[in-house]
């Protein structure tokens, strides 16, 4: 927009009356989502960063402007608090072990629907998609029979002679459970883009490595990976915000227990809500928007770099 | 590029404009108080919230109401239990509140509840619940019903194992639980919790009963390390220990109704709410099988006395009115017929010598127990206390940190929190 005006010359000028036109029909048009969206996303958005620099709290909210301003001290209390820091580790080994494990069962399945299983391939299409638009407290309230201490996980166990551990209620395995649910969950969006991303491979390229002499090994690793490599960044940026931002899970099978095992950044800062810290809690869900950025950030440049 | 610049400009206006603006005055506003005063005769129009079943039965119970004070109309809005905080916030922030609600404690939104007038009479009622309506120092809700633990035990099996009294001390307590177990089949002794959310609560009958109490006198201070506490959280940790209690037991209420009735977990400590769903799911024919009784003794036998009171807003349209509603409901007489419309016990003394309450063997413990039932502090601070509390009970319980560590961490995160 801003180099418009700079293109046309004084020659230009009837074009540009037609342009501010057109400029401000475009606006008329777009202003009653413009109007809504500045009233209710805009100012809460600029109204809670203000908030994060100021001591309100729950009982303020009848006089939210009568707060004193403290600056960056909210910050630094939730950045010294032991339970924010610990937050963050759980929500680190959240992400870092659930992201490479969600890539890699997708991408077993995108491969599997791609040149493995020649029947019922919309049926198994649907099946490994299913998860994903199913709500996720539904499927958490299944989960937890399903990992409850004589639930179903539990049993099948058992047919083989294995006795399985409380998984909810033990603090070893409360959190790899969260992940694995969240990797079956997740990897059918996964799928659905690495497919799309197998199907771009030209054939050509296929018949090409095979005459070559690439066994079907050689030619996923010298072949199909790289070139599905930008798919696979794709995924990993859309699947790591969602990791970073994890809560459903562990509000719905474990409240963040047991022994806080499985209380991750969202929790900590829906918590600090919880208890009318509003200021604190703003700040707590800024910091998580800078790493949320950062990583986005750093995917990005990573995604520019293969393409 | 330009929207974008508009959006940061808009923002940052927007964030100049709150930041300039704040400030907190020494006076709070409001502190110039509104003279609470009950009409004569109630009149006009009544809003009114409540939440549950309280909210589902006003409406009908109110009729009598409106018929003694013709030309008035009370319009009752069920909130649901879930969101009632998020709708009182919303409402006081808005300042469009209804002129009389059903009230939880909540004691972070005092500044905007109207002080009791005297004549709404609260002498007659039990003193752990006038605790639940007090704040800083004045009385801002009016007790509507009360919610105290008792001991709930299976008396068909107790008497398997060889007990034909209720158990009266906490060793007696711990022994009978063994005796279940061991004697009567049952798969855990007694139901406790173990680091859930309010499990510091739940529990506070055993630091009470052992005479600890949560603050110093002039309320100036935490006081939850000191040795009341430690005894009384070993007492509690023995009985994961022992194995008389599960650690990993399901929390949902509904899970502790059910365990008790099929004789997995024959005790518990609960509130009157445990009575109306065994009679639901198992019908009278259950009543044969167990009892409710005072709990155990320590030093003494000391309660939690919990339950929801009645507040007029400050910004209420029509107050006077209000509190001529506040004031029936509490009489005596409203109590007992509430009792029977809803099962809510009364917290008005005099209600209890109602036949409708005697006659009810199951009532003796609740009568009992809350003439020295206490209630905690009303501090906005006491839910971070309470929250510390329960991840100290779960790190004794289930992370095996010795009570003595547990309590001192505990008492360091309490001094932080502070008592506003």
């Known amino acids: 927009m801003s180099g418009a005006a700079s293109l046309t010359g004084p020659a230009g000028g009837a074009n540009a009356a037609r342009r501010r036109r057109q400029t401000a029909i475009a606006w008329t048009f777009a202003a009653p989502f413009v109007i809504i969206f500045a009233m209710f996303m805009v100012l809460p958005i600029a109204a809670s960063l ?15 402007f009568n707060v004193d301003v403290v600056g960056l001290r909210q910050y630094a209390d939730v950045l010294t608090d032991p339970r924010f820091q610990h937050a963050a580790g759980v929500t680190a080994v959240f992400v870092l072990a659930g992201i490479p494990l969600t890539v890699a069962l997708g991408l077993a399945l995108a491969l599997a629907l791609n040149s493995g299983v020649r029947r ?15 709500s996720v407290v539904a499927v958490s ?87 599905l490599r930008p798919a696979m960044l794709l995924g990993g940026v859309l699947i790591s915000v969602g ?27 829906f918590n600090t809500f919880g208890f009318g810290d509003f200021a604190k809690a703003s700040a707590a869900s800024y910091l998580m928007f800078v790493v949320i950025a950062a990583v986005s950030l750093v995917q990005f440049r990573l995604l520019r770099r293969a393409t | 590029m330009r929207y974008r610049s508009a959006v940061a ?69 069920a909130v649901p239990w879930d969101s009632s905080y998020q709708k009182f916030q919303t409402a006081i922030a808005s300042g469009n509140v209804p002129d009389v609600a059903m009230m939880p404690g909540l004691p972070v939104f005092k500044d905007a509840f109207a002080p009791v007038p005297e004549a709404v009479r609260t002498a007659d009622m039990y003193p752990g619940a006038v605790a639940t309506g007090t704040m800083g120092g004045r009385l801002l ?81 935490w006081t939850l390390d000191t040795p009341e506490f430690a005894a009384a959280y070993e007492y509690l940790a023995s009985y994961f220990e022992q194995g008389l209690a599960d650690a990993n037991a399901d929390p949902a209420p509904a899970a502790a109704v059910k365990d008790f009735l099929t004789g997995a977990t024959p ?18 024919a259950f009543t044969g099988k167990y009892a409710t009784v005072p709990l155990p003794a320590g030093k003494s036998s000391t309660s939690f006395v919990g339950g929801a009171n009645l507040v007029v807003f ?107």
Request: aromatic share 10%.
């Open chain 1, 50 to 64: 203000g908030f994060s620099f100021t001591d309100l709290t729950a009982q303020d909210v009848r006089t939210p």
């Open chain 1, 120 to 134: 019922f391939k919309p049926v198994y299409r649907v099946a490994f998609y299913a998860p994903v638009v199913t």
């Open chain 1, 141 to 227: 309230v299944i989960w937890r029979h399903i990992l409850a201490r004589d639930g179903l996980l539990n049993m099948l166990l058992a047919l083989v002679g294995v006795q399985g551990p409380d998984w909810l209620n033990s603090t070893t395995w409360a959190l790899p459970s969260l992940v694995l649910m969240a990797v079956w969950r997740n990897a059918g969006t996964l799928m659905v883009i690495f497919l799309a991303g197998l199907q771009s491979i030209p054939p050509a390229v296929m018949e090409a490595a095979a005459m070559d002499g690439a066994g079907p090994w050689r030619r996923l690793r010298s072949v199909t990976l790289p070139l």
């Open chain 1, 243 to 269: 990791y970073l931002q994890f809560f459903e899970e562990s509000f719905v099978m474990t409240q963040g227990g047991p022994l806080e095992s499985t209380l991750s950044l969202t929790y900590y800062t």
């Open chain 2, 9 to 77: 400009v808009l923002a940052g206006l927007a964030t100049a404009a709150a930041l300039t603006a704040c400030g907190r005055s020494a006076e709070s506003p409001g502190q110039a108080q509104p003279s609470s005063t009950v009409a004569a005769k109630a009149t006009g129009r009544i809003t009114m919230w409540a939440m549950g079943t309280e909210g589902e039965l006003l409406p009908a119970f109110l009729k009598t109401f409106e018929a003694a004070n013709p030309g008035v109309k009370v319009d009752v809005t």
């Open chain 2, 141 to 221: 809700e009016v007790p509507w019903y009360v919610d105290v633990r008792v001991l709930y035990y299976r008396t068909d099996l107790a008497r398997k194992a060889g007990w034909d009294r209720p158990p009266a001390t906490w060793d007696e307590l711990r022994r009978l639980a063994g005796d279940l177990r061991k004697k009567a089949g049952a798969k855990w002794g007694i139901r406790l919790p173990a680091g859930m959310t309010g499990s510091f609560l739940s529990t506070l009958w055993m630091p009470w009963s052992n005479g600890g109490e949560l603050m110093n006198a002039g309320r100036s201070a």
């Open chain 2, 267 to 284: 005790m518990l400590v609960a509130g009157p709410f445990v009575r109306g769903a065994i009679t639901q799911s198992a019908g009278d």
């Open chain 2, 314 to 420: 400050k910004a209420a349209k029509n107050p006077g009115s209000a509190w001529k509603l506040v004031q029936w409901l509490s009489e005596p007489s409203t109590q007992v017929a509430w009792y029977r419309a809803s099962g809510d016990l009364p917290a008005v003394r005099s209600a209890w010598q109602d036949p409708a309450l005697t006659a009810d063997p199951t009532l003796a413990a609740f009568a009992e127990q809350l003439k020295t039932a206490k209630a905690p502090p009303q501090l906005v601070s006491f839910d971070k206390v309470g929250a510390a509390g329960d991840s100290a009970i779960e790190r004794i319980v289930k992370g095996g940190t010795p009570v003595a560590d547990a309590l001192r961490q505990l008492q360091q995160q309490a001094d932080g929190i502070g008592v506003s």
